[in-house]
């Protein structure tokens, strides 16, 4: 299926666990982000990557860990899950067209319970 | 990067009513987008209104940008249950294409 998807779509982890978020587009936009949503503070930018091996920090990077080996994969790992990453994390996407606005395109998200 | 602020943050209508959300901002950007969120669902762009644009049509939804009050709004006309969501402003941050988000305006629309 075309678009940008997440996988899993529920989990719970254990305090302290390590916990892999997936996320696949199949665009091959250049521009891949991570977000966690959290009632009271919106949408929260975590890391994002402008292309194959290249990231960067976003607003809210602590206790996370991304990688980008192929264009279409932006893995998010949550090395030592604790209860404060408790949320809901969305995947992006953004075709990045030179001198063109564009718009963003999300996955369906990853609810995540740490107990 | 700035943070939109979305006003009101909760609105409560009847069908076939207009809704009206607005949106403010701090400094200069070179375009502001609306996204919807159905409650569970993902993040679905509506509309990008480019800076030197003032007002924008899609369907039943129309955008002004007024950059020198540094705001937006979001009408949606003759509103439908379906239409009951959450509505997000976003700004570019610079050439990067990332996004900042507000924190949004829950409409209920009552059939």
């Known amino acids: 299926d075309a678009g940008i998807t997440q996988s899993p779509r529920y989990k719970i982890t254990e305090t302290g666990r390590q916990v892999t978020l997936m996320c696949h587009q199949t665009?091959?936009?250049?521009?891949m982000f991570w977000y966690r949503q959290d009632l009271g503070h919106g949408l929260r930018l975590i890391y994002y990557?402008?292309?194959?091996?290249?990231?960067d920090k976003g607003e809210v990077p602590d206790g996370y860990v991304v990688s980008r080996s192929k264009t279409e994969n932006f893995p998010l790992t949550l090395e030592s899950a604790t209860r404060s990453q408790t949320s809901v994390y969305f995947c992006?996407?953004?075709?990045?067209?030179?001198?063109?606005?564009?718009?963003?395109?999300f996955g369906q998200g990853t609810r995540l319970t740490v107990v | 990067s700035q943070q939109g602020e979305e006003d009101p943050q909760a609105l409560s209508i009847q069908e076939g009513e207009n809704a009206t959300m607005n949106c403010s901002y701090k400094?200069?950007?070179?375009?502001l987008q609306w996204y919807r969120q159905n409650s569970g669902r993902g993040l679905v762009h509506l509309i990008l209104?480019?800076?030197?644009?003032r007002e924008k049509h899609s369907g039943r939804l129309r955008v002004t940008l007024d950059t020198s009050k540094k705001s937006s709004s979001l009408l949606i006309t003759a509103s439908r249950a379906a239409d009951t969501a959450s509505y997000f402003c976003?700004?570019?941050?610079?050439?990067?294409?990332?996004?900042?988000f507000g924190k949004g305006t829950l409409l209920t629309v009552n059939p």
């Open positions: 990557s402008a292309a194959a091996d290249i990231t």
């Open positions: 665009w091959s936009h250049s521009y």
């Open positions: 400094t200069s950007i070179n375009n």
């Open positions: 992006a996407s953004n075709p990045s067209i030179r001198g063109m606005n564009t718009e963003a395109f």
């Open positions: 976003a700004l570019p941050d610079g050439s990067n294409y990332k996004l900042t």
């Open positions: 209104i480019r800076s030197n644009e």
